[in-house]
């Protein structure tokens, strides 16, 4: 019984942990998402995922720097401090962290995806399989 309130603990903390981002700013919904890029086209969209989730489908003009990797802030410390930049991952764990990460960097308006891309699809947001 001890160990189900221990593992049930856990995973509280995990996914509360998923759902905030940087200053308990609030993830962007699809739609705040979209706006966004929409008012921004010049935006650095950038998916977070693995190399092997991004090829099997991603969001039109996304890069993919996975937030997983040592080398993560070496690709994004050359971008533009002051642009906007949209991160994504599948569910918005992995973005979250990517965040902060930018933010720690000096990035002003980072913009992260509640729900990830999951949630990109259930809205009806295109997705493509970039070309290798």
């Given at each position: 019984?001890?160990?189900?309130?221990?593992?049930?603990?856990?995973?509280?903390?995990?996914?509360?942990?998923?759902?905030?981002?940087?200053?308990?700013?609030?993830?962007?919904?699809?739609?705040?998402?979209?706006?966004?890029?929409?008012?921004?086209?010049?935006?650095?969209?950038?998916?977070?995922?693995?190399?092997?989730?991004?090829?099997?489908?991603?969001?039109?003009?996304?890069?993919?720097?996975?937030?997983?990797?040592?080398?993560?802030?070496?690709?994004?410390?050359?971008?533009?401090?002051?642009?906007?930049?949209?991160?994504?991952?599948?569910?918005?764990?992995?973005?979250?962290?990517?965040?902060?990460?930018?933010?720690?960097?000096?990035?002003?308006?980072?913009?992260?995806?509640?729900?990830?891309?999951?949630?990109?699809?259930?809205?009806?947001?295109?997705?493509?399989?970039?070309q290798q």
């Amino acid at each position: 019984m001890k160990n189900v309130f221990i593992s049930l603990l856990i995973g509280i903390a995990f996914f509360s942990a998923c759902s905030r981002t940087v200053n308990n700013e609030p993830q962007a919904s699809v739609s705040d998402f979209v706006e966004v890029r929409a008012k921004n086209p010049s935006a650095i969209v950038i998916d977070v995922r693995t190399p092997s989730e991004f090829n099997a489908g991603t969001m039109e003009g996304a890069i993919n720097i996975n937030v997983l990797e040592d080398s993560f802030e070496g690709k994004v410390k050359d971008f533009d401090k002051d642009a906007t930049v949209m991160v994504f991952c599948k569910l918005g764990g992995r973005s979250a962290r990517a965040k902060q990460k930018l933010v720690e960097l000096g990035f002003t308006k980072v913009v992260d995806l509640e729900g990830g891309i999951t949630d990109w699809k259930k809205a009806g947001g295109k997705v493509i399989v970039p070309q290798q």
